[in-house]
């Protein structure tokens, strides 16, 4: 009898469930809303144990070496090419860089500036291999060829400072704030290529936390108590959004930012301690920022766990990777989530927490520093091939 039959066999005489619990795996629970949309309760992973499943494997460096042409200083946002070539925006000495599949310096794209081609305040992305140069200061998206061709100038309107996003149909996401004095409300506007207007979805606003109150020069004022919970959004290739606020393990999947299609938990998540050593940290360095917090900041107001998770990206085929803290201090892991929302498995990750991480698709571009403190990126592949 081969494995597979065999495997077959036990299914039938045991039952999946039951082959789900020998694993440590289990059934995600699904129901209906109120509101009419599904929600997927998730008390443990359904794929994969642990981290014994998908791996990311790491692929190459860009590092040139020191001296080189292209040399990383402040590098940030990155792009990945369909053939590996990468951008990346460095900030030290402020270009937009190519690097060839094999790590070397290719050209040097954009420089700060106002002129045709340069940037002020630069966020970029690719579509079809064409970069898209994003620069709310300057309220233009530019397009470029990774030659280096200055192919058109589009004019836009909004000026929020979030990353440019492209969706399935070739649209561009622009975030747009509106600002009043008691309130603040955002909307993703989609926009054609050529800088045309379609549709927009509401934005998250800013979650309002619990800060420490005090009185300054210009008035009463407040201060944010440290390891505050955030609001976090993910755009959807095919329209919509993931929302979720990272204290409460419940994201929500969106068409309209106000709508609920589908909501999905992890329940009981690992939780993670914040040591006290850190919190009493946390409080001296903020009355050493501003001296008017003495008497006024306790480390009792501050949270004894982090938030349970942090990020939010997706992968080639709509998977949600959710960035979740780990008890080993600098470390963090990936929880996965299939687009309908059940929890396949946990995912370790070869780098530590601090890093800048940026998806593209199928591949993970890593901002981080070497052994000697010298900027690196590396690449890494999702290798499904565990479960």
Request: glycine share 10%; net charge positive; charged share 20%.
């Amino acid at each position: 009898m081969t494995h597979t039959c065999a495997l077959g066999v036990i299914l039938l005489l045991l039952g999946a469930p039951a082959m789900l619990a020998q694993a440590g795996l289990a059934k995600p629970v699904i129901g209906k809303l109120p509101s009419g949309g599904a929600s997927v309760v998730n008390t443990g992973p359904s794929r994969w144990a642990d981290t014994n499943g998908w791996k990311l494997v790491y692929e190459r460096t860009v590092q040139p070496a020191e001296g080189e042409r292209g040399g990383l200083e402040n590098p940030w946002g990155t792009a990945l090419a369909s053939d590996g070539r990468l951008l990346t925006v460095d900030f030290k000495n402020p270009a937009i860089r190519l690097y060839g599949a094999n790590g070397k310096f290719l050209r040097t794209l954009s420089r700060f500036g106002e002129g045709p081609g340069e940037f002020k305040v630069p966020f970029i992305a690719l579509y079809h291999d064409s970069l898209y140069l994003y620069d709310p200061r300057l309220h233009r998206a530019t397009v470029m060829t990774l030659n280096g061709k200055l192919v058109r100038t589009i004019a836009t309107t909004v000026n929020d400072q979030y990353p440019l996003v492209f969706d399935a149909r070739g649209m561009m996401a622009l975030r747009a704030s509106t600002w009043t004095r008691t309130s603040v409300t955002g909307h993703w506007i989609y926009h054609t290529r050529t800088g045309e207007k379609v549709d927009s979805i509401a934005a998250l606003g800013f979650l309002d936390t619990k800060s420490w109150k005090f009185v300054s020069d210009e008035g009463p004022s407040s201060w944010g108590v440290p390891f505050p919970p955030s609001n976090v959004e993910l755009l959807l290739p095919t329209g919509g959004a993931v929302i979720g606020r990272t204290d409460d393990y419940t994201l929500v999947i969106t068409r309209t930012g106000s709508d609920t299609v589908r909501r999905f938990s992890r329940a009981n998540p690992p939780r993670v301690r914040i040591p006290d050593s850190v919190r009493d940290s946390a409080v001296e360095a903020n009355i050493m920022q501003n001296p008017r917090l003495r008497g006024i900041a306790r480390v009792e107001d501050v949270p004894t766990q982090y938030p349970p998770w942090r990020s939010l990206a997706l992968d080639a085929p709509g998977n949600i990777w959710v960035g979740a803290r780990t008890e080993r201090p600098g470390r963090m892991r990936y929880d996965v989530f299939s687009p309908v929302g059940a929890f396949l498995g946990s995912v370790a990750v070869p780098f530590a927490a601090g890093a800048t991480v940026n998806f593209h698709g199928d591949r993970v571009a890593v901002i981080d520093t070497d052994g000697d403190d010298l900027p690196r990126i590396r690449i890494f592949r999702i290798d499904r091939r565990g479960k």
